[in-house]
């Protein structure tokens, strides 16, 4: 997975900022198959991805494709309008946006999550987050 955005550079959270993350029941994420505890903090490095190809950034609703597609209709190899970032901790930044997102089985699950004060996070235009901290705090719903 890997969010893409056209923000080139880090915002810094100035308090804790709510969060929200799909993970498997058993609180392991869909992509990276990471498992989590909750109130435990994270902590990583965001890097970026290949920014060479259109590959695996989409969301399961289709529409940071959709975004992309329809704003960057000519993008080439190499266009550096774009940041590509794969590694991070990814989540929804509402969860209203979260609840529009596909989930992929019976057996997934939304948690309400943290990112701590101080930590590093983009935004992608259709309400993504991928940020260098995080606490996944409770589980919120059941699919």
């Not at 435990?40 to 965001?46: A, P």
């Not at 190809?53 to 550096?80: F, H, I, M, Q």
């Not at 999550?113 to 101080?118: H, I, L, R, S, Y």
């Amino acid at each position: 997975m890997c969010l893409i955005t056209s923000q080139q550079e880090p915002l810094i959270t100035t308090e804790d900022m709510t969060v929200y993350k799909t993970l498997n029941r058993n609180l392991t994420s869909l992509h990276q198959y990471f498992t989590y505890e909750f109130t435990e903090l994270y902590v990583t490095k965001i890097l970026d991805s290949n920014p060479n190809k259109w590959g695996n950034y989409v969301c399961a609703d289709g529409t940071e494709e959709s975004y992309l597609r329809t704003n960057y209709p000519e993008w080439k190899r190499g266009d550096n309008r774009l940041k590509y970032l794969g590694q991070g901790f990814h989540s929804y930044a509402t969860k209203e946006r979260a609840e529009t997102a596909s989930f992929t089985s019976f057996m997934d699950i939304l948690v309400e999550c943290t990112v701590p004060k101080g930590s590093e996070y983009y935004l992608s235009a259709t309400g993504l987050c991928i940020s260098n901290q995080i606490i996944i705090n409770k589980e919120i719903k059941i699919r």
